[in-house]
């Protein structure tokens, strides 16, 4: 029985090590590793932008506020 | 609204006006909303997990310097009690934290809702029965002694199929995913996902099941040990800052390129660098320089990764003083630089010589697996929660303590259980003029206890952030919903649309 636990393993090394091969062949074909600032962009949205902040500590608002209009404040009397 | 400036607020964002905004946010929020079933039930499960984790650990901690404590109970010698901590932390919290964050951002970034959620209810059950019961086996006495798989056969089968049905569940969200482009986490996570149950299964077939015989099994043994972190945790800790960083600071990541060649070189060299456990084995002397040359080689992404962690977080540390996610983010960020450098080092045989089979090991472990990966998953859940509960944290206070207690008590740990290593590395090795050993086994045992001591109290402290962030969790979980204008965490729409709250 143990050669047939060593041939399924050795069947799915192989299986693994060709699914990384593919896998870098898919992303090259499907232009995945082309225009990477696009690529490091694709988490933004109009939503959350990029130069949007989205996480502060609890009941913290007036930070919060400030981080985001301090141009504002700075003209607020 | 005299405030307006002329970049959007939030305020400004939550304007009906904005048409586009407004479909973006539902988009988001009906995806956050389909995972919050099976990610709530894989974080309580992990939060208590953690807990159970810890008070092993301090069991285990304490007995190593007084060594009577609770000797007489049979369930919690140090053999069973240590490795019920190690199964608790690993398969118990880690591994769920890790499947809940991985499938909420797997969800996110392929901006896909979860279908046939029942797949993943049915599976983190499964999953958490499985851990249960090999670790009532472990305690029991029924370990099978082999380091990182001690659950007993009668547990085990359950996890695999549990995990099998987590790795066909995100092969479907991916699928259906609307996202053209595939984000780096993405990578890190699918890759993980083949990985893990790959290690498992063939790791299981040939130690437990069929054991290989002689030393191929110790081989297989280190290679799954190593891999666990390599190739399963460290993808998803990676994932996770790749993500958390550049969305908290709201800017792109230093370098996308250096991100996607780091990836590769981690899928190309660590599947090799396991086998460095076994320097000065009896293993064919190719097979150990073969895995220090890969554990040299993990540098390549080790760097490339960290000069892009660290490059994206220049000019942008004061975010570090308004945003809970973010401290233990960078926290776990720096930490995988520095575990990780050290890690190719111990692979040198001088380095090992010294340092092997040493306390030194074990704070190693400790560094990659506690301050880098469970601190980013702490950070990871900081985010995560409020968005799919609808709920603010209820207490910064609590949140701090977390940071401070965990990031001091962990550095205390490491540091003082690393010197403690060295010493007793160096002790160990220590010959007389004659030739004959220095000091005997009692005298560096002795010469330890200072240190192990430091553990002690690290792990005291840990547990006590343990306890704050527990308490807020839980706490979080019975508040209601809060109102729109007091939810400082949250970027919200009209309540109209966030689905995530009925």
Redesign the interface.
């Known amino acids: 029985?143990?050669w047939?636990?060593?041939a399924?393993?050795f069947v799915?090394?192989l299986g693994?090590t060709s699914?990384?091969v593919y896998?870098?062949y898919w992303?090259s074909k499907k232009g995945?590793?082309r225009d990477?600032?696009?690529?490091?962009?694709?988490?933004?949205?109009?939503?959350?932008?990029?130069?949007?902040?989205?996480?502060?500590?609890?009941?913290?608002?007036k930070?919060?506020?400030k981080?985001?209009?301090a141009?504002?404040?700075t003209r607020?009397p | 609204m005299s405030e307006q400036p002329s970049t959007p607020t939030i305020v400004a964002s939550f304007k009906p006006g904005a048409r586009a905004d407004i479909a973006a946010r539902a988009e988001l929020s009906e995806i956050d909303a389909s995972t919050r079933a099976p990610l709530m039930l894989f974080l309580v499960s992990a939060v208590l997990w953690l807990i159970v984790g810890t008070a092993f650990a301090i069991i285990s901690s304490y007995k190593l310097h007084s060594p009577g404590f609770l000797g007489d109970i049979e369930w919690l010698t140090f053999g069973r009690a240590r490795t019920a901590h190690l199964n608790a932390v690993i398969y118990g919290w880690a591994t769920n934290a890790a499947v809940g964050v991985a499938f909420w951002l797997m969800a996110r970034l392929s901006r896909s809702v979860v279908r046939h959620g029942g797949i993943l209810l049915f599976a983190v059950a499964l999953w958490n029965i499985g851990v249960t019961i090999g670790i009532i086996g472990i305690l029991k006495g029924d370990s099978t002694s082999v380091e990182w798989l001690e659950m007993p056969t009668y547990a085990t089968p359950l996890l695999f199929i549990a995990y099998a049905l987590v790795g066909a569940w995100a092969v479907i969200t991916f699928r259906y995913g609307k996202s053209k482009h595939i984000y780096v986490s993405q990578w890190y996570i699918l890759a993980a996902l083949f990985w893990f149950p790959w290690l498992y299964s063939v790791a299981q077939m040939m130690i437990i099941f069929a054991p290989a015989r002689g030393t191929v099994q110790a081989l297989v043994n280190w290679w799954f040990g190593h891999n666990v972190l390599g190739l399963w945790f460290t993808p998803i800790g990676l994932a996770s800052v790749y993500y958390f960083l550049p969305k908290v600071l709201g800017k792109p990541i230093h370098s996308y390129y250096l991100s996607i060649l780091g990836f590769w070189s981690l899928a190309i060299f660590y599947n090799w660098a396991g086998v460095h456990h076994l320097v000065g084995g009896p293993v064919p002397a190719w097979v150990i320089t073969a895995g220090i040359a890969a554990s040299f080689m993990m540098v390549v992404p080790v760097v490339v990764t960290g000069i892009n962690h660290h490059l994206t977080m220049i000019g942008s540390f004061s975010a570090l003083k308004y945003s809970p996610t973010l401290r233990f983010i960078v926290f776990g960020a720096v930490n995988y630089t520095l575990t990780s450098l050290i890690g190719s080092l111990m692979a040198a045989r001088s380095v090992s010589e010294t340092l092997h089979f040493t306390h030194f090991v074990v704070a190693h472990a400790h560094h990659g697996m506690y301050a880098f990966f469970t601190m980013v998953m702490f950070g990871a859940i900081y985010y995560i929660l409020p968005r799919i509960l609808l709920r603010e944290w209820p207490n910064a206070t609590l949140i701090r303590t977390h940071f401070w207690a965990t990031a001091v008590g962990s550095m205390v740990y490491v540091v003082g259980l690393s010197i403690g290593g060295v010493v007793q590395g160096l002790m160990m090795n220590h010959t007389s003029p004659d030739g004959s050993v220095t000091y005997t086994v009692l005298q560096v045992v002795e010469a330890t206890i200072p240190y192990l001591f430091s553990r002690s109290v690290a792990g005291i402290l840990i547990t006590v952030g343990h306890l704050a962030f527990a308490v807020n969790f839980f706490w979080m979980l019975s508040k209601k919903p809060v109102s729109q204008s007091s939810a400082p965490t949250l970027f919200r729409n009209p309540e109209e649309m966030e689905l995530a709250a009925k």
């Open positions: 029985m143990e047939f636990f060593y399924l393993t799915m090394a693994i699914t990384a896998a870098l992303s995945q590793l990477f600032d696009k690529g490091a962009a694709s988490i933004f949205d109009e939503a959350e932008p990029i130069g949007k902040p989205t996480d502060f500590f609890p009941a913290k608002k930070k919060q506020k981080h985001h209009t141009a504002a404040e607020a």
